[in-house]
């Protein structure tokens, strides 16, 4: 029986030894490699254009002054009168226009993916009123009255309207979800309007000062002003960085950003803390400028898409063009006189994002 059993089975087949097989990598796709391309391009643009502003910056104002001669008092200094003018005025101008532009358009893009509100602004947790706050109270009651002095009342004005916000937001079951963070900004930013206007109705001379810096201007920074924010710009621009992919993962959704890995909370405070530095930079650079925050973040995703690893650094570049340009136009329009650079952000600001919501849907 045994026999019969081995007899009926089939032959096995013979064993060959094969050579290990040695796969070429995988090609990248052509949409992905045109993508990419795209998203190179416009980067490309981008940087020229914020090399013409900073020309333009150099060189428009009151006084008219070369290129070649801007570019002479840059690289060899010089005593001419256009030589001071390039760097004692507008050299600190412009350098506090790229800090502040790219400082309010990267918090903007953080505040949009962390509420998941298309519509959001550094504004939107109270943090700009936060810093106006601040800057009220020490002009009225601290007896400070020079631009550089404001910048430490307002980074202290964000910071505590900031704390106070996610401090309400996580309280609760559900902690700080994107309409729990907006609510409660909504919130303090009611509360600091009522404070800022009932300080400033009672002192006269509060008023005159605080009404020159709330409208948001370049005129008047030096080169003070820059070093004592840039150490924060680089520490918030290195928390938004940080967390580029989790805000991928929160555009999909919580519960798919768990799935993913990402720790939303942390993920949240992260991003809420690099946006509260980067936005007290801003306002207390230049004052609460609008519109940067709010239109930017759309037209640098209209260009390299949602991805935030691209959508940041695209928004660090037409920040400071679009600020820039708004301070030269406002140099200009009306000579002698000048239109402060928050006018001109709104006036320019809006028929960019109109025309992009009229071409096409805007995804936050």
Do not use: C
């Given at each position: 029986?045994?026999?019969?059993?081995?007899?009926?089975?089939?032959?096995?087949?013979?064993?060959?030894?094969?050579?290990?097989?040695?796969?070429?990598?995988?090609?990248?796709?052509?949409?992905?490699?045109?993508?990419?391309?795209?998203?190179?391009?416009?980067?490309?643009?981008?940087?020229?254009?914020?090399?013409?502003?900073?020309?333009?910056?150099?060189?428009?104002?009151?006084?008219?002054?070369?290129?070649?001669?801007?570019?002479?008092?840059?690289?060899?200094?010089?005593?001419?009168?256009?030589?001071?003018?390039?760097?004692?005025?507008?050299?600190?101008?412009?350098?506090?226009?790229?800090?502040?532009?790219?400082?309010?358009?990267?918090?903007?893009?953080?505040?949009?993916?962390?509420?998941?509100?298309?519509?959001?602004?550094?504004?939107?947790?109270?943090?700009?009123?936060?810093?106006?706050?601040?800057?009220?109270?020490?002009?009225?009651?601290?007896?400070?009255?020079?631009?550089?002095?404001?910048?430490?009342?307002?980074?202290?004005?964000?910071?505590?309207?900031?704390?106070?916000?996610?401090?309400?937001?996580?309280?609760?079951?559900?902690?700080?979800?994107?309409?729990?963070?907006?609510?409660?900004?909504?919130?303090?930013?009611?509360?600091?309007?009522?404070?800022?206007?009932?300080?400033?109705?009672?002192?006269?001379?509060?008023?005159?000062?605080?009404?020159?810096?709330?409208i948001g201007s370049l005129a008047g920074r030096d080169t003070g002003i820059v070093g004592q924010i840039w150490p924060f710009l680089l520490v918030?621009?290195?928390?938004?960085i940080a967390v580029a992919r989790g805000l991928d993962a929160l555009a999909l959704g919580e519960d798919v950003a768990k799935g993913l890995g990402?720790?939303?909370?942390?993920?949240?405070?992260?991003?809420?803390?690099?946006?509260?530095?980067?936005?007290?930079?801003?306002?207390?650079?230049?004052?609460?400028?609008?519109?940067?925050?709010?239109?930017?973040?759309?037209?640098?995703?209209?260009?390299?898409?949602?991805?935030?690893?691209?959508?940041?650094?695209?928004?660090?570049?037409?920040?400071?063009?679009?600020?820039?340009?708004?301070?030269?136009?406002?140099?200009?329009?009306?000579?002698?006189?000048?239109?402060?650079?928050?006018?001109?952000?709104?006036?320019?600001?809006?028929?960019?994002?109109?025309?992009?919501?009229?071409?096409?849907?805007?995804?936050?």
């Amino acid at each position: 029986m045994t026999a019969d059993r081995t007899s009926n089975r089939p032959p096995r087949a013979p064993l060959v030894r094969t050579s290990p097989v040695h796969t070429s990598p995988v090609p990248t796709s052509p949409v992905r490699a045109s993508l990419v391309r795209r998203r190179l391009g416009w980067t490309a643009a981008a940087v020229v254009a914020l090399l013409l502003a900073v020309l333009l910056s150099l060189a428009v104002g009151s006084r008219q002054i070369a290129p070649s001669a801007v570019l002479d008092a840059l690289l060899h200094g010089g005593s001419s009168d256009a030589a001071d003018i390039v760097r004692s005025l507008r050299l600190p101008r412009t350098l506090i226009g790229l800090m502040v532009g790219a400082a309010l358009a990267m918090a903007g893009t953080v505040m949009q993916g962390v509420t998941r509100n298309p519509i959001a602004d550094p504004g939107i947790l109270g943090i700009s009123q936060g810093a106006s706050a601040g800057v009220v109270l020490a002009i009225a009651f601290a007896g400070v009255h020079t631009l550089s002095g404001y910048v430490w009342f307002a980074f202290a004005g964000a910071g505590v309207a900031s704390v106070a916000v996610y401090a309400i937001a996580t309280s609760g079951r559900g902690g700080a979800t994107p309409v729990k963070l907006a609510l409660s900004g909504a919130a303090i930013n009611a509360l600091l309007v009522s404070v800022t206007t009932g300080v400033l109705t009672t002192k006269a001379a509060a008023l005159d000062e605080f009404r020159f810096w709330q409208i948001g201007s370049l005129a008047g920074r030096d080169t003070g002003i820059v070093g004592q924010i840039w150490p924060f710009l680089l520490v918030g621009t290195v928390l938004v960085i940080a967390v580029a992919r989790g805000l991928d993962a929160l555009a999909l959704g919580e519960d798919v950003a768990k799935g993913l890995g990402q720790n939303v909370a942390v993920v949240r405070i992260v991003a809420a803390l690099g946006a509260t530095i980067l936005t007290g930079v801003g306002v207390a650079a230049a004052g609460p400028l609008a519109f940067i925050g709010l239109a930017v973040p759309h037209i640098a995703r209209a260009v390299v898409g949602t991805d935030h690893r691209w959508v940041l650094p695209m928004a660090a570049l037409i920040g400071p063009v679009m600020l820039l340009v708004s301070d030269v136009v406002g140099r200009v329009v009306f000579p002698p006189s000048e239109v402060p650079a928050g006018v001109m952000t709104a006036l320019i600001g809006v028929p960019f994002l109109v025309t992009l919501v009229r071409r096409k849907a805007v995804a936050a």
